[in-house]
């Protein structure tokens, strides 16, 4: 659950004595900053020059940092430069060959003549297709552009970034090509039709960014009429991710998951789905609450319980989700002695950890790590080993599970750039979808 911000790399000059990054850092958390990566550019006989990452959730907030830290005796910013924006520059992604083409015998391989008889043998077996070509490996990423991060329907074209950053964690991570396809419509009926029609050519279909409701009606109606792989990410990547988050913090804890009666707050795409998925797991109860009437009704059609208040939900809960991007929704002295509390709105969760810990959480933290890249990628890996026809909760459930067990103690969830997580999901949702086959 992602708020508007802005990333920033302060170009630092400190003294080479210790302490002095220490009031770096000082200044940028008093004027609300966050910092991230921090690289060492230079190391001189008087100073040390550093590359600071910062998180901002304004250019006014960014200035006050630049004039704090330009105020501490000694110590200057040199520069500030958008590494973001310049990381983005001429896009991210691009198609490249896998065979070169260096003499008439590889062109009359790869082209005419020779490709006639693969397109023959394609037409007597359409399913061959999968092995003959880039289609059995290539995912579409589909958006409509009405649910783009924290920053609601800004468009399609606008959210390309996004899908091309999902692109490139498709490839890094499961060596999958994911493909792009922005629409000009928001209409359940003409997306249904221009997905179906354009389906042949992938092996799945990633739902990206689209917003609710109408991300329901179109994901539930994909999935019945095509027969490849079909996952609104927003969805059920959050869902795989936030289960296996709350199953380290209940080992933590010393909670037994499936006994517990957990409350989830905000019932928007991300938050209902993290209830059908823990229901799916087999918690005893799921709790929820919403202001909009139509995400209640549609809690209770999974078997949840509608709570009328978050006051009431908080009261009622031994864990807690919040996934509303609602910064400070969630008072300290809402929270229950022995409770879990995972308030995963980012940049500015529901609670702090510190707060809900203070208040007598058993256990509790924030969404910095519980990142969808955990879940999607290794999913549709498996499921496109296995030639699955789609996806289904058992994978799901398996996903979480590895992701679970790649996870080192004390932390909530894996590294997200940890090759090895990826590598297990896929297996593990491999195995369900051939057992699934058989």
């Known amino acids: 659950m992602a708020i508007q911000n802005i990333i920033r790399s302060l170009i630092v000059e400190t003294p080479s004595k210790p302490g002095n990054f220490a009031k770096v850092a000082k200044a940028i958390g008093d004027q609300g900053g966050d910092i991230g990566d921090i690289k060492t550019l230079k190391i001189g006989t008087l100073s040390t020059i550093r590359d600071v990452s910062c998180t901002c959730e304004s250019v006014e907030q960014l200035d006050a940092i630049v004039g704090a830290l330009n105020g501490l005796e000694d110590i200057t910013v040199r520069a500030v430069s958008d590494d973001v924006m310049k990381a983005h520059e001429g896009g991210k992604i ?34 061959k297709a999968n092995y003959f070509t880039s289609i059995g490996n290539t995912v579409a990423i589909v958006t409509d552009g009405t649910a783009i991060l924290g920053l609601g329907n800004i468009g399609s074209v606008a959210g390309m970034p996004v899908m091309e950053g999902k692109s490139v964690l498709f490839d890094q991570f499961a060596g999958i090509s994911g493909i792009p396809i922005l629409l000009d419509t928001s209409d359940p009926d003409e997306v249904v039709e221009t997905v179906k029609h354009i389906s042949q050519g992938f092996g799945g279909i990633l739902l990206e960014d689209i917003g609710s409701p109408h991300c329901f009606e179109i994901e539930e109606r994909l999935k019945k009429d095509l027969n490849i792989p079909v996952m609104h990410d927003d969805q059920h990547g959050t869902a795989v991710v936030t289960l296996a988050a709350v199953l380290s913090a209940s080992r933590y804890a010393g909670v037994d998951l499936k006994q517990a009666v957990v409350g989830q707050v905000g019932l928007g795409a991300a938050g209902l789905a993290i209830s059908r998925m823990l229901i799916e797991y087999g918690v005893k109860e799921v709790c929820g609450s919403d202001l909009q009437k139509s995400s209640c009704d549609r809690l209770r059609s999974f078997g949840g319980t509608v709570m009328n208040s978050l006051e009431e939900l908080m009261q009622k809960c031994d864990i807690v989700i919040a996934t509303t991007g609602v910064k400070g929704l969630i008072k300290p002295s809402m929270v229950r002695k022995g409770q879990i509390i995972l308030a995963l709105s980012n940049p500015y969760p529901e609670i702090t950890p510190e707060e809900a810990l203070q208040a007598g959480a ?3 933290a924030d969404g910095r790590l519980v990142n969808n890249v955990l879940g999607f990628p290794g999913i549709f890996r498996g499921a496109l080993n296995a030639n699955a026809k789609s996806i289904t909760y058992p994978m799901l459930l398996a996903a979480a599970n590895a992701i679970v067990d790649a996870t080192h103690n004390g932390d909530l969830v894996p590294h997200p750039l ?21």
């Not at 997580?421 to 979808?433: C, W, Y």
Request: charged share 30%; aromatic share 4%.
């Open 362 to 364: 058993a256990y509790a």
């Open 94 to 127: 691009h198609m490249s060959r896998k065979i070169d083409v260096r003499s008439l015998s590889d062109l009359r391989r790869i082209y005419t003549p020779g490709v006639a008889s693969v397109c023959q043998e394609i037409e007597r077996s359409p399913e």
């Open 418 to 438: 940890d090759p090895n997580v990826h590598s297990s999901v896929a297996k593990a949702v491999e195995r369900i979808a051939l057992k699934e086959l058989d």
